[in-house]
């Protein structure tokens, strides 16, 4: 399966905290994208991290990319309240022009303390 | 959420009925993609679409059809034919691809079998 696998599935700590969420996948890769999802919501892209690409940041995020062992981590510094969601990384692959295909984890839930 | 809409937003549906999710985007996207998300898990492919009139299967096509008649619109329909149809509904769009690309999510449609 080209599935990638997240860890860990839940994640619970207290509002200022920094939370570390990991993406393994098993196939090579175009690129790597995060998305959060809140509750019975849509996603939203988060950011997106190509396979030359080793490490990207966007405001209080920060991905890594590490082809060489196929995972990637998301750290998101000084959580908030308003970022509990549960987050998904999404493996990308070519499959005709124009298209290409995501295959997703099966998310970590991320729950802030106030 | 962007722009793209999907609606109903909640669906119910008898066994044995067809019924058809509707997905409209105004971002002058080329692709666009139907997933389908069971509780506490990732999404899966059903469908997607590089341009108007062609259409492809993705990983759990069986039971579902779509059509893309206009760039804008690509709706889902669950045929009787889906053993287990009950479950959240998210549709997607993208540029063109010319390297690694964002996919943008409706709101999604939850659909339930009564």
């Known amino acids: 399966s080209q599935q990638g696998e997240e860890d860990p599935q839940a994640l619970s700590i207290q509002e200022g905290e920094n939370a570390t969420m990991n993406c393994s996948y098993k196939t090579s890769i175009n690129n790597l994208q995060w998305y959060r999802q809140n509750s019975g919501r849509g996603l939203v892209h988060l950011i997106l991290?190509?396979?030359?690409?080793r490490e990207k940041h966007s405001g209080r995020l920060r991905v890594t990319l590490d082809t060489s062992k196929k995972s990637s981590s998301l750290l998101i510094t000084a959580s908030r309240a308003a970022d509990t969601a549960s987050y998904f990384c999404a493996t990308a692959f070519f499959i005709i022009q124009g298209a290409q295909k995501l295959v997703f984890g099966q998310g970590t839930r991320l729950t802030i303390n106030p | 959420d962007g722009g793209i809409t999907q609606s109903p937003k909640y669906l119910f549906r008898k066994e044995g009925q067809n019924v058809t999710l509707s997905c409209e985007q105004n971002l002058n996207h080329d692709a666009m993609y139907w997933y389908r998300q069971d509780p506490g898990q990732g999404l899966r492919l059903i469908y997607y679409?590089?341009?108007?009139?062609?259409?492809q299967k993705g990983d759990i096509a069986e039971g579902y059809s779509v059509s893309r008649e206009k760039k804008e619109s690509f709706p889902l329909t669950v045929t009787s034919a889906q053993k287990n149809p009950t479950a959240f509904y998210l549709c997607?769009?993208?540029?063109?691809?010319?390297?690694?690309?964002?996919?943008?999510f409706g709101p999604g449609t939850r659909l339930t079998v009564l």
């Open positions: 991290i190509r396979s030359n690409e």
């Open positions: 679409s590089q341009i108007v009139n062609d259409f």
């Open positions: 997607a769009s993208s540029f063109w691809a010319r390297g690694a690309d964002t996919q943008y």
